[in-house]
């Protein structure tokens, strides 16, 4: 293993450029991890005067950048008005499939490791695929299936929880940081939100949802 740089040579302009272009991870950006470790006090501060905040798991070996809510006052009306940051992180829209494979792929990590059957979790085209069948229209046409899950797989490699295993033919690793956008909570709610999704792709009312059938 490389030693950190000396005190001296840490470069925090190279941590913070990267971080604001995306996710950095230890086993791709070796440089910029070793930077980033012991830079963490005065990257929050560089960070916290343009409300972005650093997360940093060293467990998992990833890092981002997480929009500050500005939370208002105490005591203060929940309409009060917030400080105004200009969000430099987007929010992004994800479609329902892509929601959908997000959640079963966060299980299917979570499963993993319960079994402690190593440190990547890589699936196939095939395992992806069969993950979803379920949850999707009856089709005759298995071509056509097996395109709309392609795209619905490089929408989620775009976002950085999947990256494409090099010499595999559709194969793909469950990129750790996915844990830290759909937490332990979430997954405590899964069925329950599985009951929802599947209730959505029959065109009935969402189960989560009792007030659903009386709105007009």
Do not use: C
């Not at 070796?30 to 798991?57: C, F, K, N």
């Not at 939370?71 to 309409?79: I, Q």
């Amino acid at each position: 293993m490389t030693a950190a740089p000396a005190r001296s040579e840490l470069d925090l302009p190279l941590v913070a450029t990267s971080l604001m272009k995306g996710v950095v991870y230890r086993d791709t950006h070796e440089q910029v991890w070793r930077h980033l470790l012991p830079l963490q006090s005065q990257l929050r501060d560089y960070m916290a005067t343009i409300g972005l905040v650093p997360v940093v798991d060293e467990a998992e070996g990833y890092a981002f950048l997480r929009q500050r809510d500005d939370a208002a006052p105490d005591g203060a009306p929940e309409d009060a008005v917030r400080t105004s940051v200009p969000r430099l992180v987007a929010r992004r829209s994800l479609s329902f499939h892509v929601s959908l494979l997000l959640a079963l792929l966060r299980r299917r990590l979570a499963e993993f490791d319960a079994t402690d059957a190593g440190s990547r979790l890589i699936l196939t085209r095939e395992q992806i695929v069969a993950m979803l069948r379920v949850f999707l229209p009856a089709t005759s046409n298995e071509a056509r299936l097996v395109d709309q899950v392609d795209q619905h797989i490089a929408k989620i490699v775009e976002l950085g929880f999947l990256r494409r295993v090099p010499e595999a033919d559709g194969a793909v690793e469950v990129r750790r940081i996915l844990k830290a956008f759909v937490d332990a909570q979430w997954l405590a709610d899964f069925d329950t939100r599985l009951a929802a999704y599947a209730a959505q792709l029959r065109g009935g009312p969402d189960p989560a949802d009792p007030d659903e059938e009386g709105r007009s």
